[in-house]
Structures are given as C-alpha cells and as structure tokens.
C-alpha cells in the first residue's frame, strides 16, 4: 500500500472535520459512511476519481492539493541536499521551512519539515535547540524504510558529531546497523552518512573500521560532481592512512586533494589549502622528514593561520634542530595566544626543552602537569614524542628512576598505538 495513498485518506479527514461535516454528508451520492471511514483510516485505497469526487465535496481541487504537496515535498529535499553540500540555506528558504513546521493537513510534511529545521539548526550551531526539537520527533519514527527514517537516522549522526559523541555514533552503528535504513536513499546521501561513521571511528581511535566506512563513502559518492565532499573524503581518508602508518597512501590521497583544489575555483578558500597542507606536514613528521613537514606547516600558516599548525611547527622545528626558526615562533606566538590545553603544554615543553640547563625539579613539574593531560586525552602520539625526550634529559642529570618511569610511558602509549591500529 502506497504511503503517500494512504495520506490521501489522512488529507480527506483533516479537511472534512475541519469543515465540520460528518461522514454521511460527504459520503452521499458518491460511497457508504463506512467505506469512507476506511479511506479516512487509510485502511483502503479507492479509485483515484472518488478522491476527486469527495474532496470536490469539500470544495477542494484534488489535484491542487496533490500539486502543493509535491512541492513543498520537493522542497524540502532541495534545503536538505544543500545543507548535505554545505550550501548557505536562504532566510525566504528558513521561513518557509517552519510554517510547513505548523502544517496541520500533513503529519508526513510536518515531522519532515521538523527533521530538516533540526538539521539546519545543527548547521549554525545551534545545537541544544537542534536536539531539544529533534528528540519530540523520535516517538513517530517507523522505522522501516520511509523518507521519515532515512532522515531520522542521518541526522541522528550529525547530531552526534556535533556534540562530540563519537563513541556513542561508532557503537550504535556497529551493534544496531542503521545504515541498513538507508539502502533506497540518494547515494549521496549514503556517502555522507559513512563518512559521518568513519569520522566517529576515527575519533574513536578504530582505525580499521573508519577505513571500511571512508571506503563505502567513497562508493557511494561515485560518479557525483561536489568537489567540496570529493576534498573532504580524499583528507578523511588519508588522515586515516597516516594513523595506520600507510604513508605512501595517505599522501595519495593528499595529492589528490591538491589537485582538485588547484582545479576548482569555487572550493579554493585559505581554510582548505591550510588544513591540507597541515595534513600532508603530519604524514612527513610522523616519517621523519623533519625538514619536509617544516615546510608544509609553514605554507599551512600561510594560507590561514592556525594555532593547531603553529604548535605542530614548533615540533618540528625543534626535531629538525631549526631552533632560529623555533625562537622566531616562541616570540611571534606567545602563551597567552593559546587556548587549547595540548597546545599550551606542548608550547610549555618545547621552550623548556631548548634552554641551555634543566633541572629536576623543572623537568618534574612539566611532566607532571603535560603528560597527566595528554594520558587522559589519549594523546599517545605526544607522549611518543615527549617521554622519551624527558627521559633523555633526565638521564643527563643521572635521575635514572625519574627517566625510567618516562621510557615506561613511552612503552604504554606505543603498545596503544598498536591496539588501536588493529581495531
């Protein structure tokens, strides 16, 4: 049975009470009270000309009706699908969408008007009210495989990643497969959905599984031209190939993202070019080529300054032994201009790390306070690099025990390296 033929029925009692007439007025000359009963009930579905015949009834043109149904259904979808792209949604488009929010003849467009408000909420950042009008939706849901769930289920993963649950999203696509539901969505739809999935598993630390959804993305999103999606996967996905040690591959993709920045005008902004080149600088600095990685930190800063780059260019810088270039940036980037706890510490260690004398104490009471932070973090890439410096200089003071517990840390966070590359 038809779900739209079924809402004609829905459509027909709404009007018909709105009207106050009561079945047997309506149904006089054209059907029996019951039988209209059942239509209402969308318990059957008759001809198409006794629709017309009794919202003629009501003087109402049934194929009007049908034709402003189709488009605000239309719509709708095209505000989702920019908002899928990214794509500033119109204040006329903003307005529209929250009167068919009060649609009172359509339970089907109310609830899909709801959703896609929900979503454009999420987009400004308006993330309490996204989710306060989103869970008044969750009791309606079917799900089956209706317009209504397919939505239901995206958003959920937006919604999760917009408040930073990304153990929450990774788990219950894993245990309850929602992606399931979404088999006759748009393919772009599906893209975005598994990249949302390999973004969660990414933050999750589960390497394996965040490839396996980038891969699906990447299927689904095939022979579709959003350059701006295309950039985001190829970053999404070498990003992953860093973490799993697969450089080469990761640079790939980097390389792949270059070029079609450098090919398309509309996606060519500071933030793009930077946040590339910051990931291409990691994927050298975690091989080694200090000097490269320098290099692609610095043209990162270039096109937009970032803060996260900065601190990833001192690093380097300091493992490089460029330590003019390491002074120029500890006097243009002060510690006050830091907000991020790893970013202060890391700022804290560095500086630390190239005066002329330690002391234990001095070293101690960094220690204590950067790698507590990045322990419960879970930042064991700094750890790999930090501990192991502490326990060279605490070597230098004969403070053996002291460098010890250091090389233990840097142990610790290597063994959860390799765990997380298996998952």
């Known amino acids: 049975m038809d779900k739209q033929q079924q809402s004609w029925g829905k459509l027909l009692k709404y009007y018909r009470q709105k009207k106050k007439l009561k079945q047997d007025e309506v149904a006089a000359g054209l059907c029996t009270p019951s039988y209209l009963s059942r239509i209402e009930n969308g318990i059957v579905i008759a001809e198409y000309a006794l629709y017309e015949q009794l919202f003629a009834k009501l003087n109402i043109d049934f194929s009007s009706l049908q034709h402003d149904i189709s488009e605000h259904t239309a719509f ?3 505000v989702y699908e920019k908002l899928l792209s990214n794509v500033a949604v119109a204040e006329s488009d903003r307005e529209l969408l929250t009167t068919l929010m009060q649609n009172e003849y359509s339970v089907e467009l109310q609830i ?10 999420y987009s400004i950042k308006e993330d309490m009210d996204a989710r ?11 799900w089956k495989k209706d317009r209504i769930t397919e939505l239901f289920v995206s958003i959920t993963a937006f919604g999760h990643l917009s408040f930073m649950e990304f153990d929450l999203l990774a788990k219950k696509e894993q245990q309850e497969q929602h992606a399931q539901y979404l088999s ?10 598994h990249y949302h999935i390999a973004f969660a598993n990414h933050r999750s630390y589960q390497f394996q599984k965040a490839l396996q959804h980038i891969e699906l993305a990447a299927h689904y999103f095939t022979h579709q031209f959003k350059p701006l999606f295309q950039l985001k996967l190829y970053s999404m996905k070498g990003v992953i190939f860093n973490d799993l040690h697969r450089y080469r591959e990761a640079l790939q993709e980097y390389e792949a993202g270059i070029e079609l920045l450098e090919n398309v005008e509309s996606i060519q902004t500071p933030m793009q070019w930077s946040s590339l080149h910051n990931n291409i600088a990691y994927c050298y600095e975690c091989q080694q080529d200090y000097q490269k990685a320098s290099k692609h930190y610095e043209t990162a800063n270039q096109y937009d300054e970032d803060l996260h780059s900065v601190i990833n260019w001192m690093r380097t810088c300091f493992q490089n032994k460029d330590f003019t270039q390491l002074e120029k ?22 500086q630390y790390a190239v005066q002329q004398e330690q002391t234990i104490h001095g070293l101690k009471d960094l220690e204590e306070q950067a790698f507590l932070h990045f322990n419960e973090e879970q930042y ?6 930090y501990a192991p410096l502490w326990g060279q200089f605490y070597e230098q003071l004969h403070a053996y025990k002291h460098a010890s517990q250091c090389y233990k840390q840097a ?3 290597s063994e959860k390296v390799r765990q997380r590359m298996s998952r």
């Open 76 to 78: 709708m979808e095209a």
């Open 112 to 121: 899909t008007a709801k959703l896609i408000y929900s979503r454009y909420l």
């Open 132 to 142: 306060k009008l989103f869970n008044e939706i969750k009791p309606v849901v079917s």
């Open 184 to 193: 006759n969505a748009h393919p772009f739809e599906l893209a975005n959905y």
């Open 329 to 350: 940036l500890f006097h243009r980037y002060e510690e006050q201009r830091f907000s991020i706890q790893h970013h202060i510490h890391q700022r804290k260690l560095l």
């Open 380 to 385: 064991y890439a700094l750890i790999l690099f």
């Open 411 to 413: 142990l610790f966070a």
